[in-house]
């Protein structure tokens, strides 16, 4: 198969505002090298040392695993000394990451997503998420910018195939990398998410604790044909928020993380500023829809925190507003 690759794409990209910046290319296509390399690494499983828990917690109160900090080091490392970058924040790490020089953007990351699933070969992957910096010394203040404010976020799913999924902002773009060459190949572009859908993702074991408009929509989905949606649905939970979202770019579908009463203080399990944002940009360049719980838009959330926790159901946009219907 003969298909562009990511540097010729980023050569001629397109933002929501024109030509992508020379920095903005520039970094993306640095996030995509270390994730090449987190790709061996997962794909070596044991044989890389990847798996396993490294018995420290990050700072969410999570056990991390041997991967998770692996990833995030190959990350902040790799990018540490970029041109493009004035700072970093990740999901693994307490505080910012002030950079080697004072580019033009802030990284934001889950290095690795899924992580109950990294010692059992099931897909994870890496979400990130690109702002603008605001000059200087970068403070966590500069990392509170909401969503909408994103210039580029995308995901890399390490599956079967390993692939990232791109927005500038201007469409959502996949490339799948060759294990031959370890080039970035284009194999989609303009990516468009099913308007409708019959399929729904969420941790059903959570059921007891949901609010009650999660569970009356859920209710109605599972009574299929006979209820009053008027469809059979069909669930899918793989519990790797990239490979949920994957197969919803690809097919269709709905994702939830809703708010439960397990933690009744905190509105959600994810975090608004390395998965919530990240794959809201996208699905909304995909034309889905995403909100914020009850909140309303994710990507017009202010955050207050840099770890801030959210609810999220996004995908097809007929069914998220579906969904908001139950409130
Ligand atoms: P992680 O970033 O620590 O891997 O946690 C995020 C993951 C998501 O990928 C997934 O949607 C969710 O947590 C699964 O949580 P649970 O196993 O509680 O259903
Ligand atoms: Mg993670």
Redesign the pocket.
């Known amino acids: 198969m003969s298909a562009k690759d990511l540097s010729a794409f980023l050569a001629n990209a397109q933002t929501a505002s024109g030509p992508a910046p020379v920095a903005l290319q520039g970094l993306i296509a640095q996030v995509a090298e270390v994730c090449a390399s987190i790709a061996t690494l997962v794909a070596g499983g044991a044989l890389s040392g990847a798996l396993g828990s490294r018995g420290t917690e990050n700072v969410q109160g999570?056990v991390q695993k041997e991967l998770d900090v692996i990833s995030n080091d190959l990350l902040l490392n790799g990018l540490h000394g970029s041109p493009n970058l004035s700072g970093m924040a990740s999901?693994e790490m307490d505080d910012i990451h002030p950079t080697a020089e004072q580019g033009p953007y802030l990284l934001l990351f889950?290095p690795l997503?899924?992580?109950?699933n990294i010692d059992v070969n099931v897909s994870i992957g890496t979400i990130f998420s690109v702002l603008p910096a605001k000059g200087g010394a970068p403070k966590t203040e500069h990392f509170l910018q909401p969503g909408s404010a994103q210039v580029a976020a995308g995901y890399v799913v390490y599956g079967p195939q390993t692939t990232l999924v791109l927005t500038l902002g201007a469409g959502v773009f996949v490339f799948t990398l060759d294990p031959a060459s370890k080039a970035w190949l284009q194999v989609a572009e303009n990516v468009r998410i099913a308007a409708d859908t019959k399929e729904f993702a969420i941790?059903m074991s959570n059921m007891r604790h949901w609010a009650q408009p999660v569970r009356a929509y859920i209710d109605d989905c599972l009574a299929g044909k006979e209820g009053p949606r008027g469809k059979d649905f069909n669930m899918r939970w793989v519990?790797?928020?990239v490979a949920?979202v994957h197969r919803i770019v690809s097919r269709g579908g709905v994702f939830m993380?809703p708010w439960d009463k397990r933690e009744p203080g905190k509105p959600g399990?994810?975090r608004l500023m390395y998965e919530g944002n990240p794959m809201s940009f996208v699905v909304e360049q995909a034309g889905g829809r995403s909100i914020a719980g009850d909140a309303g838009r994710m990507l017009d959330v202010q955050p207050t925190q840099l770890h801030q926790r959210v609810a999220v159901i996004l995908g097809s946009a007929n069914e998220v507003t579906a969904i908001e219907g139950y409130a």
Do not use: T
């Open positions: 999570e999901e889950d997503d899924g992580s109950s941790n519990a790797s928020m949920d993380y399990k994810l």
